[in-house]
């Protein structure tokens, strides 16, 4: 062994955020309030607005209280939500506790559904008609009439990711989003296909880093949490 080598041996490396990189946590949403056939959410902005299910409150309180506590001696710098009401609610615990006032971040909305929003979508995929079938065969959710193209989906999430990880060098930040939103970074991340991630469980935590050069994914779809709620 040369003299730089320690005497127990090269022990396997363990990894360290890169210089100026920014942590992000994105953490989806608690569970929404259901639909029924006849029914429609508010919309805000074209997106449907439903609030959180007694269920989703709960989520959000476990969520404030995992995420409170210092992560290897690093507390959050920042709470960023969606202009999607629900993001705020779940993101009022954890909020309250660290007395950081939420950010919002529009860019981080879910995808806008087209003719499917204000809860139809629900409807549409349980029916399992030929859109929603097309919908997971090509993996793209403009595949639904008016839905966003699926270009324009990908362009504000990358540009929002860019602001967020900004603002942010050598600190972590928690980002309440979407479902559609974490599977298109996680897929961005990683090279997979477009809806490979499309499976986030509500309330869940997953992490990416973030360097000019690329995104890397530490955690998806943490829910240690919630696992006997």
Do not use: C
């Amino acid at each position: 062994m040369s003299d730089t080598t320690p005497a127990e041996g090269i022990r396997q490396l363990r990894f360290e955020r890169p210089a100026g990189a920014t942590s992000i946590l994105l953490v989806r949403h608690g569970e929404s309030i259901p639909i029924r056939p006849g029914e429609s959410f508010p919309l805000v902005d074209g997106h449907g607005d439903p609030e959180l299910d007694p269920r989703g409150v709960e989520q959000a309180e476990r969520i404030g209280a995992r995420l409170s506590r210092p992560r290897f001696g690093e507390k959050l710098a920042a709470i960023y939500v969606t202009n999607l009401r629900r993001t705020a609610q779940t993101a009022a615990p954890l909020s309250a506790a660290l007395s950081i006032g939420p950010a919002v971040e529009a860019g981080l909305r879910e995808v806008h559904l087209g003719d499917w929003e204000g809860g139809l979508y629900r409807i549409k995929l349980r029916e399992g008609g030929p859109i929603a079938q097309r919908l997971w065969k090509e993996g793209r959710w403009d595949v639904i009439p008016g839905a966003e193209p699926d270009e324009h989906f990908v362009e504000r999430i990358r540009a929002a990711v860019g602001r967020i990880a900004a603002a942010h060098p050598d600190e972590t930040v928690a980002a309440f989003t979407h479902g559609g939103v974490i599977g298109r970074v996680m897929a961005e991340a990683t090279g997979a296909s477009p809806l490979a991630f499309a499976g986030a469980s509500n309330g869940s935590i997953s992490e990416i880093v973030v360097t000019p050069e690329r995104w890397s994914v530490r955690t998806y779809n943490d829910i240690a949490h919630l696992e006997d709620l």
